[in-house]
């Protein structure tokens, strides 16, 4: 059961008064997710879903909050942020940080084909353009500095050859990101964790994505890298699915064709993105946080995702200018 912070009715009659959305009529708490507490909040005007955040302070959660009003006002299909009389979009609940947000329609897609990639690689490129004039800034918390700092944690739960593994690893991406081709990428906010379960279709048709509480600002590419290792692959074995990653990649070409920087760096960031979920994966199950109710994700998924893609060149991008 994700939630953490038990809230009733009873507790939000008060406290809606602050948001223009009438009285709360009913409170569902949702049973997936991992980081926070949501529920589905009705009210007078209609159907929210309410957030208290767990793990997040007042201080970062303006920049995620923001970039979902400035990508919903952009047409971006994103949960719109409701502001309180002051103008404020997180305020405080049973001492926590607390949103509501416009509910999406729709369910998860969990068996993707090639139709639904080609929407999400719509989607991706077009949200990224629309946050590229994002003021706000934030870096990726968890990027490279996260890697490097988190690594050693972790390191003494592993087996020897994983071990080596992470060290080498976190060695290669070192050097990647010191490259001309890194520096040259195209950089903006990115969703960073743009995966099956936080997007919602309406059969074919894409109608929203939502968590943006990894977003930062990062290379274009990583975003996409996240993405296809998550919606092109086998989920048994982690390898890339090459139907599916063509039809991701030409729907985000179609929008935003690719540099040269980024064919050249296609690959290494394949590996960085798994890396990324390896060891936030393992971070979870290793050092687990006092507030933590569920079973972490399981970290050998993305352990296989990152040997796969240092041993098997994936599909290349193509489109370049
Ligand atoms: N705006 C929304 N509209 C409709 N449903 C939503 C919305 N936001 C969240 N949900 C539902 O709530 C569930 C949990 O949300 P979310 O994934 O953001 O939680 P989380 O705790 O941040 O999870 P995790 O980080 O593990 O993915 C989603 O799977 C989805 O079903
Ligand atoms: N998408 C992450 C969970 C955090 O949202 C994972 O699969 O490890």
Wanted: aromatic share 10%.
């Amino acid at each position: 059961m994700a939630v953490f912070t038990a809230v009733t009715l009873d507790d939000l009659t008060q406290w809606m008064d602050q948001f223009p959305l009438g009285q709360p009529l009913a409170l569902k708490g949702i049973a997936s997710g991992i980081e926070n507490s949501n529920f589905f909040l009705t009210t007078e005007r209609g159907e929210y879903v309410l957030t208290v955040f767990e793990n997040l302070g007042f201080e970062q959660l303006p920049f995620y909050l923001q970039l979902m009003r400035h990508l919903a006002e952009r047409g971006i299909p994103v949960p719109a942020p409701v502001a309180n009389a002051r103008g404020e979009l997180v305020a405080a609940l049973q001492g926590k940080p607390a949103a509501i947000v416009s509910k999406l329609d729709g369910s998860s897609q969990m068996d993707p084909q090639p139709v639904h990639c080609f929407e999400v690689g719509t989607m991706l490129a077009r949200m990224h353009l629309a946050a590229h004039d994002f003021p706000l800034a934030q870096p990726n918390l968890r990027g490279l500095d996260w890697w490097q700092a988190t690594a050693p944690r972790v390191l003494p739960f592993l087996a020897p050859e994983n071990a080596r593994l992470l060290q080498d690893e976190i060695a290669y991406q070192s050097d990647f990101a010191g490259t001309d081709s890194y520096a040259g990428l195209a950089r903006g906010p990115v969703h960073a964790d743009l995966f099956r379960n936080n997007v919602m279709f309406v059969g074919e048709r894409l109608s929203g994505c939502f968590d943006f509480y990894f977003a930062g600002v990062d290379t274009w590419l990583f975003d996409l890298a996240v993405t296809v290792n998550d919606w092109c692959i086998d989920l048994e074995t982690g390898k890339l699915d090459g139907p599916r990653v063509r039809a991701l990649l030409d729907a985000y070409a179609a929008v935003r064709p690719f540099t040269r920087d980024e064919a050249s760096a296609w690959q290494p960031m394949l590996r960085a993105a798994a890396l990324r979920f390896w060891l936030s994966r393992l971070y979870d199950l290793h050092v687990p946080r006092a507030a933590e109710m569920l079973t972490p994700h399981d970290p050998t998924h993305f352990e296989r995702i990152l040997r796969d893609r240092i041993a098997n060149p994936a599909p290349g991008l193509a489109n370049h200018e």
